[in-house]
């Protein structure tokens, strides 16, 4: 028996041009650019290379009495034929080739995101065919879209809160006290949340931990049902332990804002919605908490917000592209007959192992604790609070870590 012919394809690889901090981020509207390059070990004949853009949203989860619950939504489905033989196959020579290719992304797609039960991505797809039905090869490429919403000035107003509870315990009760500020509501990625707080205890109970977050809470929409998860973004934790009398003070503590966490309310996307909240919460023993939480806006700053200027060039960049299935793009090529020239280049390639943007993360990856605050015990004496407690959320995550 006659053994098989080795693939004449080495790699098959798509190269973006637009790389910010080794992660592939874009903007609504702005125009992705690169190159597919196709490796040979031996000279071979190509009959098509076609490229495919997708962005979908889904939603999937398990309910008790529902069964399966899942929902999809798609942003892009556009294809382009980089070069199609139509039953003529081209000869390439053993070495690397590559073909240019650009696509300019629609303006209402939402941001990347992956969550617990649902996400929003983007892949880039390269199918290159040989000229037997064996040498097919695919390359894929997940890139992120990270939309730019603008804060409403009145974010930028300081925040303070104050918290009275009293307790009760082996016949004796008082108040637990707490003093938060925070510097504004409104935030862009990469910034900080600037906390001063100050606990008193004058109560039986001892406190034994201190902690501020920022919590993301997302909400899931399926075949008319939800769910939710709440889960911890960043953190502040002090377990330094409280008795009767005692005070604490936090200056000028920074939860810090990943770089890559998608805008409030994700917009674009009707299946997911999402939403932060600051939370401060003191742990007190046999199992009490007091705590409160404050809505934060996570947006843009108007800096940020400009694309590279239009040029006249680009003003027909998605002319060549089609939506849908591929067979609609053999339709177009029978229309546009002049095909981009076949060009030798030595690309610097990276491994898939370096696009490392959180986004892409295992989400069961937990996060490591930051720095310890700056704390100072303080003997402080507040008696203008009010007695306020944070609502409980039922069936949200327990954010005990």
């Given at each position: 028996m006659a053994a098989a012919k080795q693939s004449p394809f080495e790699s098959v690889t798509i190269n973006l041009?637009?790389?910010?901090?080794?992660?592939?981020?874009?903007?609504?509207?702005?125009?992705?650019?690169g190159k597919i390059g196709i490796q040979l070990h031996r000279s071979t004949l190509v009959q098509s290379v076609y490229l495919t853009i997708t962005g979908d949203g889904i939603c999937a989860w398990e309910d008790d009495y529902l069964g399966s619950l899942e929902s999809k939504e798609n942003y892009i489905d556009a294809t382009q034929a980089i070069f199609d033989a139509e039953g003529l196959a081209r000869y390439l020579d053993?070495?690397?080739?590559?073909?240019?290719?650009?696509?300019r992304l629609p303006e209402n797609i939402p941001s990347s995101f992956i969550g617990k039960f649902g996400s929003v991505t983007y892949i880039l797809k390269?199918?290159?065919?040989?000229?037997?039905?064996?040498?097919?090869?695919?390359?894929?490429?997940?890139?992120?879209?990270?939309?730019?919403?603008?804060?409403?000035?009145?974010?930028?107003?300081?925040?303070?809160?104050?918290?009275?509870?009293?307790y009760f315990s082996m016949c004796s009760w008082g108040k637990v006290k707490a003093d938060i500020h925070i510097?504004?509501?409104?935030?862009?990625?990469?910034?900080?949340?600037?906390?001063?707080?100050?606990?008193?205890?004058?109560?039986?109970?001892?406190?034994?931990a201190i902690q501020a977050g920022l919590m993301m809470e997302s909400v899931y929409h399926a075949q008319k049902n939800l769910i939710s998860y709440r889960q911890i973004v960043n953190k502040r934790r002090d377990d330094?332990?409280?008795?009767?009398?005692?005070?604490?003070?936090?200056?000028?503590?920074?939860?810090?804002?990943?770089?890559?966490?998608?805008?409030?309310?994700?917009e674009g996307c009707d299946i997911i919605e999402l939403s932060y909240k600051f939370q401060f919460r003191i742990e007190l023993s046999s199992g009490k908490e007091l705590k409160v939480e404050i809505p934060i806006t996570v947006g843009a700053d108007p800096k940020g917000l400009a694309l590279p200027g239009p040029n006249k060039n680009d003003e027909n960049v998605n002319i060549h592209w089609t939506m849908g299935p591929r067979d609609l793009a053999k339709k177009q090529i029978e229309e546009q007959r002049e095909m981009s020239a076949w060009t030798v280049a030595s690309p610097e390639f990276r491994d898939r192992e370096q696009v490392m943007n959180p986004l892409f993360r295992n989400e069961s990856e937990k996060l490591r604790n930051g720095d310890r605050p700056h704390l100072e015990s303080s003997g402080f004496n507040h008696d203008d609070y009010e007695d306020e407690i944070a609502?409980?959320?039922?069936?949200?995550?327990?954010?005990?870590l």
């Open positions: 041009e637009h790389d910010i901090d080794e992660q592939y981020q874009y903007q609504p509207g702005e125009i992705i650019r053993t070495g690397f080739h590559h073909f240019p290719f650009e696509y390269a199918v290159v065919e040989g000229d037997r039905p064996g040498d097919t090869t695919i390359a894929t490429e997940p890139f992120l879209v990270m939309r730019k919403c603008l804060l409403p000035e009145n974010l930028s107003e300081p925040r303070k809160i104050k918290l009275a509870k009293t510097d504004r509501t409104g935030f862009v990625p990469g910034e900080d949340i600037c906390l001063q707080a100050e606990v008193q205890n004058h109560s039986p109970l001892r406190i034994t330094f332990e409280l008795i009767d009398g005692d005070g604490r003070r936090w200056q000028n503590v920074r939860i810090g804002i990943p770089a890559y966490v998608p805008e409030s309310f994700l609502p409980d959320y039922p069936g949200s995550e327990d954010t005990r």
